[in-house]
């Protein structure tokens, strides 16, 4: 029996309804909804499944409890599976920070530590971790790691040692699982703590390869994961409770070696640029060349970037960035360059393009960008522009209420077939990950493009009325 009828049925035999009774009031041939019942016909018909929710007076959570289950009957469990894995991710970008769990301590290059036969315990086994990372963060040194983004014991200690390194780099040796594992979702889920790595670690570099630790790695199979440095490498069990730390320079050039020779056969992850600047804005158009009709992004705030002349910019854009005259020359020949090209369609937030008819903060970009809050007139102009441009046909944008919209201000989101772009900002950043790997980006473009098919969607000439009134009611 399917989930879906399973659950109709355990509603229907608490509120002690009879089918013929229940059959008749929705407006349901009797003889189609025992079929529905009994699992001898699929309920794939929308309007009969909320005819019963209706006729069964179900609350908020039991109705959202029914339509969860017709979409795992309606789109299959591993298609649903993964559209939640993505779903997950989303939310869990709100939580993600650039900024340390705690103070950093002030780090001083440390003395070597004592090569052992074999450690075993946690406590033991973390603080060899601790140890490795404190030291090569002290003495700027660079770290090899090959480990799954799941071990918690080794990341938590880096993202917070890390912060204070200005050259040292973390190449990340990352196994992922073919289509994504038994469930579809395998790799998904490790992709929550890569992004958290990302842009809490400072040159963080993850890559990726298809296969088993061991099978790539397979000389030390009781110890497959390694932390490595100049200085040592660590050899890890899977459960992080047992570990050898080895010194001598002969070991160190072996695993060196296997390391660099796996990395090369990897491919990276994600591709990141720092710092929003002139530069940055060029790499960004060149991205923005794949995108196509079928492209999809969610993005918070109103995305006015093509509605911005020469003279807006020049007055918002902070005159104490260093060449801000080249950065905002930069970003002036983005703005017209997407006011030409962009037919990708836009998901915006809707909470966040009110508070920005409201206020005139751009909170979607980092505060150091610009000097101040839009001013009222500038406002209306922005507004009147994006509306008029999806009245007109060629800026295919539309509101998300904000029960909907999956993110926070901080992350702008972009999938097309090539790429899953993630735009991150925060008051002193601004960084841009691009994903690439297949499925990675498939899941992601198919739970994208089934949240822009959601019926609480306003559509294109609803938002553009929407935005209207907001000018009306707000900015006249």
Wanted: hydrophobic share 40%; proline share 4%.
């Amino acid at each position: 029996m399917s989930i879906l009828t399973d659950r109709l049925n355990y509603f229907i035999d608490k509120r002690k309804e009879r089918v013929s009774e229940l059959a008749r009031r929705s407006g349901i041939d009797r003889a189609t909804l025992h079929q529905y019942l009994s699992d001898r016909r699929s309920l794939k018909n929308r309007a009969h499944l909320e005819a019963l929710i209706a006729e069964l007076h179900l609350s908020p959570q039991e109705t959202e409890e029914i339509y969860q289950a017709y979409e795992r009957v309606r789109i299959g469990e591993y298609r649903y599976g993964r559209r939640q894995a993505i779903a997950s991710l989303l939310d869990s970008l709100q939580f993600v920070s650039d900024q340390p769990p705690e103070a950093t301590p002030h780090l001083q290059e440390t003395d070597r530590l004592e090569p052992d036969v074999f450690s075993d315990g946690e406590l033991n086994v973390r603080r060899k971790i601790y140890g490795v990372i404190r030291d090569a963060a002290a003495r700027e040194q660079s770290l090899k790691l090959l480990i799954q983004p799941n071990a918690s014991d080794l990341f938590e200690p880096l993202l917070l040692l890390w912060q204070s390194t200005r050259t040292a780099q973390v190449d990340h040796l990352i196994c992922l699982e073919m289509d994504g594992g038994q469930d579809g979702c395998a790799n998904l889920t490790l992709i929550q703590q890569v992004v958290r790595y990302s842009v809490g670690i400072p040159r963080y570099q993850p890559y990726y390869y298809y296969g088993s630790i061991q099978e790539h790695y397979g000389l030390m199979n009781l110890l497959p994961n390694l932390l490595m440095t100049d200085r040592y490498a660590l050899l890890l069990s899977s459960d992080l409770n047992a570990a050898i730390l080895l010194t001598q320079e002969e070991q160190l050039r072996f695993f060196h070696e296997t390391f660099d020779k796996m990395k090369a056969k990897s491919r990276r992850l994600t591709r990141s640029f720092d710092g929003f600047n002139e530069a940055l804005t060029y790499q960004l158009t060149e991205l923005m060349q794949q995108l196509t009709p079928d492209s999809l992004g969610l993005y918070p705030g109103l995305f006015s970037v093509p509605f911005w002349d020469r003279e807006i910019i020049h007055t918002y854009i902070s005159k104490q960035l260093p060449d801000w005259e080249k950065m905002a020359e930069g970003y002036f020949a983005f703005a017209e360059y997407l006011n030409g090209f962009f037919s990708a369609q836009k998901l915006m937030s809707a909470e966040d393009v009110r508070e920005f008819i409201l206020t005139g903060a751009l909170r979607e970009y980092p505060s150091y960008l610009f000097s101040e809050p839009c001013s009222v007139d500038d406002r209306k102009t922005l507004v009147e522009r994006a509306a008029q441009a999806i009245e007109d046909g060629w800026f295919h944008a539309r509101l998300v209420p904000k029960e909907v919209y999956p993110t926070n201000y901080r992350w702008e989101i972009a999938v097309y077939r090539a790429s899953f772009i993630l735009f991150y900002h925060s008051d002193t950043q601004f960084r841009v990950f691009l994903f690439e790997e297949p499925d990675i980006l498939d899941a992601a473009y198919d739970y994208i493009k089934s949240l822009s098919e959601r019926p609480e969607i306003l559509s294109t000439d609803e938002t553009a009325a929407q935005l209207r009134q907001w000018v009306r009611q707000y900015l006249n």
